[in-house]
């Protein structure tokens, strides 16, 4: 297949794309290598994929139509979309950043999908959108309409503007709802890659509201596996349906469209996840306990019923064997 992956420099875009790699498909990536982290690790990532004869590299951002014109007239089998500006917290220093990614980036993207759909587009969206809502697990056909920062809003809008393209343009169209992904070539500004570095340096790492968080923490390879097996299972049109959802599934009543949870479908509590980051680091960490942040929820947590429906599958990599993979490329990368 051919395939267009946004964002193929990103932690989530690099590792499917060398999955698809892997398998034999064409991949042509996209990415703005925007300065919001270390772009000699983005470097280092498109670099790995350089490698396979069948990846093809651009390097603009989404607003930029008239590249993505270009580029996209080349023509693919479906379309994974990850470009975006990322993290919860940054969003409450540079807002206009995701307004102008997110949401200007996504628009383009589905401008130019609406002349000539692909089989499949699955666009990332994230667990954030889920926000202030208290009913746990978070299922695909819960309300979300309570943001808690503007990272989620426009992650939400994103959901919403996909949604109107389906209906009107017939796109086939997956949302993906990420749950705190983790792993290897993760982001500097994540907690296992912050956790990591100040344990191995001896620098106090910072833990939020006290400890008394839960995260659904989801390995990057079983997101990779997740998504694959998704890019077959096409949302049928609705006149298939009778016009209904079927079964659990979020499919629209009016469009090729439905959302799906990535997660690992077991939160873990925050001082349990540093008790793994320090048995894999082989040493202790310096903790500084402080008040909730901004924008922060206290527990996420996916049913991943729908996801196992469509695909037979759910994220099933453990805690332990995650993290210690993530602490062997730190040291590998950084040489400590």
């Given at each position: 297949?051919?395939?267009?992956?946004?964002?193929?420099?990103?932690?989530?875009?690099?590792?499917?794309?060398?999955?698809?790699?892997?398998?034999?498909?064409?991949?042509?990536?996209?990415?703005?290598?925007?300065?919001?982290?270390?772009?000699?690790?983005?470097?280092?990532?498109?670099?790995?994929?350089?490698?396979?004869?069948?990846?093809?590299?651009?390097e603009f951002f989404l607003e930029d139509m008239e590249k993505l014109e270009a580029v996209y007239a080349q023509g693919f089998d479906a379309v994974y979309h990850f470009a975006a500006q990322a993290g919860v917290r940054y969003s409450l220093e540079?807002?206009?950043?995701?307004?102008?990614?997110?949401?200007?980036?996504?628009?383009?993207?589905?401008?130019?999908?609406?002349?000539?759909?692909?089989?499949?587009?699955?666009?990332?969206?994230?667990?954030?959108?889920?926000?202030?809502?208290?009913?746990?697990?978070?299922?695909?056909?819960?309300?979300?309409?309570?943001?808690?920062?503007?990272?989620?809003?426009?992650?939400?809008?994103?959901?919403?503007?996909?949604?109107?393209?389906?209906?009107?343009?017939?796109?086939?169209?997956?949302?993906?709802?990420?749950?705190?992904?983790?792993?290897?070539?993760?982001?500097?500004?994540?907690?296992?890659?912050?956790?990591?570095?100040?344990?191995?340096?001896?620098?106090?790492?910072?833990?939020?509201?006290?400890?008394?968080?839960?995260?659904?923490?989801?390995?990057?390879?079983?997101?990779?596996?997740?998504?694959i097996r998704l890019l077959p299972a096409v949302p049928s049109a609705p006149s298939a349906r009778g016009g209904k959802p079927v079964g659990i599934d979020s499919l629209s009543p009016q469009a090729r469209w439905r959302v799906v949870n990535i997660?690992?479908?077991?939160?873990?509590?925050?001082?349990?996840?540093?008790?793994?980051?320090?048995?894999?680091?082989?040493?202790?960490?310096?903790?500084?306990?402080?008040?909730?942040?901004?924008?922060?929820?206290?527990?996420?947590?996916?049913?991943?019923?729908?996801?196992?429906?469509?695909?037979?599958?759910?994220?099933?990599?453990?805690?332990?064997?995650?993290?210690?993979?993530?602490?062997?490329?730190?040291?590998?990368?950084?040489?400590?």
């Amino acid at each position: 297949m051919r395939i267009l992956i946004t964002g193929s420099a990103g932690f989530i875009g690099f590792h499917l794309a060398r999955r698809l790699l892997e398998r034999g498909d064409e991949v042509v990536g996209i990415d703005g290598f925007t300065p919001y982290y270390d772009l000699t690790l983005k470097r280092a990532r498109h670099a790995q994929l350089a490698a396979f004869p069948k990846f093809q590299a651009h390097e603009f951002f989404l607003e930029d139509m008239e590249k993505l014109e270009a580029v996209y007239a080349q023509g693919f089998d479906a379309v994974y979309h990850f470009a975006a500006q990322a993290g919860v917290r940054y969003s409450l220093e540079n807002p206009r950043a995701y307004v102008e990614a997110n949401l200007v980036g996504t628009f383009n993207l589905l401008e130019v999908m609406r002349h000539a759909p692909p089989r499949h587009a699955l666009l990332a969206s994230t667990s954030s959108v889920y926000g202030a809502n208290e009913s746990m697990p978070f299922r695909e056909t819960d309300r979300a309409d309570h943001p808690m920062t503007l990272y989620a809003a426009t992650k939400k809008a994103t959901e919403e503007m996909a949604h109107s393209y389906s209906h009107l343009y017939h796109l086939p169209i997956t949302m993906l709802r990420f749950f705190t992904v983790y792993g290897p070539w993760g982001r500097p500004d994540m907690a296992l890659f912050k956790f990591v570095s100040a344990i191995l340096s001896d620098q106090p790492i910072d833990i939020y509201n006290h400890g008394n968080m839960k995260r659904d923490f989801t390995y990057v390879g079983d997101l990779a596996e997740a998504m694959i097996r998704l890019l077959p299972a096409v949302p049928s049109a609705p006149s298939a349906r009778g016009g209904k959802p079927v079964g659990i599934d979020s499919l629209s009543p009016q469009a090729r469209w439905r959302v799906v949870n990535i997660g690992a479908g077991s939160p873990v509590v925050l001082e349990d996840f540093v008790d793994a980051v320090e048995m894999a680091c082989g040493k202790p960490a310096r903790r500084n306990y402080m008040e909730m942040q901004k924008g922060d929820v206290p527990v996420t947590y996916a049913n991943t019923d729908l996801l196992d429906q469509l695909t037979g599958y759910r994220p099933n990599t453990p805690l332990k064997e995650g993290v210690g993979a993530f602490v062997d490329w730190y040291k590998s990368y950084y040489g400590k």
